[in-house]
């Protein structure tokens, strides 16, 4: 996995690709994405994106993440490279032990329930609550505590096959993923994995 720091001349950069040994601590900036706004992984590489909304979403990030004593932060919209299959697959198998809209987000459950601390920003970056504070909301909301499986029923993903890689880690499983099977075939093979070879 590759993390974001702030480079010497003020900007986010990405670090090389980490082993898990050798992961420090971070920040992870839970989003809604706009297609076309966000600062992709080769915006990073090549310096562009400055002029895209996401990237104010970024520097907020980086600033809050120091400003919380860590000196790295993810943002998934910019640290895989999602040209690259098997980079793509590791991410999504391995987010869960990494993580308005939002909360009808499929990757949702894994950001809300993973990490320790969970804090909730406006979009002018004033903290608004954290996750313990609003325990009983967040379960009205988003029916977390209940089913694993009637959580998922409420919630959209853009791609059809994300409705089930979105809860990969939450059952801690491994699915290769494979964009353009289809929103049956990836149930279908999640299920699997859940139940187990028949007996």
């Given at each position: 996995?590759?993390?974001?720091k ?28 706009q297609?076309?706004?966000e ?43 999602k ?6 697959s ?31 920003f ?12 609003l ?55 999640l ?9």
């Amino acid at each position: 996995m590759r993390l974001l720091k702030y480079t010497p001349d003020g900007s986010p950069g990405l670090t090389e690709n980490l082993i898990s040994d050798d992961v420090p601590p971070y920040a992870i900036l839970s989003h809604t994405w706009q297609d076309g706004h966000e600062v992709t992984f080769d915006d990073l590489l090549a310096g562009n994106g400055k002029d895209k909304a996401g990237y104010k979403k970024i520097l907020f990030c980086a600033r809050q993440a120091q400003r919380d004593g860590l000196d790295y932060c993810w943002v998934a919209t910019c640290c895989i490279d999602k040209s690259s299959s098997a980079e793509l697959s590791e991410a999504l198998n391995s987010m869960f032990r990494w993580q308005s809209r939002w909360f009808t987000r499929g990757w949702t459950l894994q950001e809300l329930i993973t990490p320790k601390l969970v804090g909730f920003f406006s979009k002018e970056e004033e903290l608004l609550a954290s996750k313990d504070i609003l325990d009983l909301l967040l379960h009205e909301i988003t029916g977390i505590p209940v089913k694993r499986f009637s959580w998922a029923a409420k919630h959209h993903t853009l791609r059809a096959e994300d409705e089930s890689y979105c809860l990969i880690g939450i059952f801690g499983i491994y699915l290769p993923v494979i964009y353009g099977e289809g929103r049956l075939s990836a149930m279908k093979r999640l299920l699997n994995e859940v139940e187990g070879p028949p007996m």
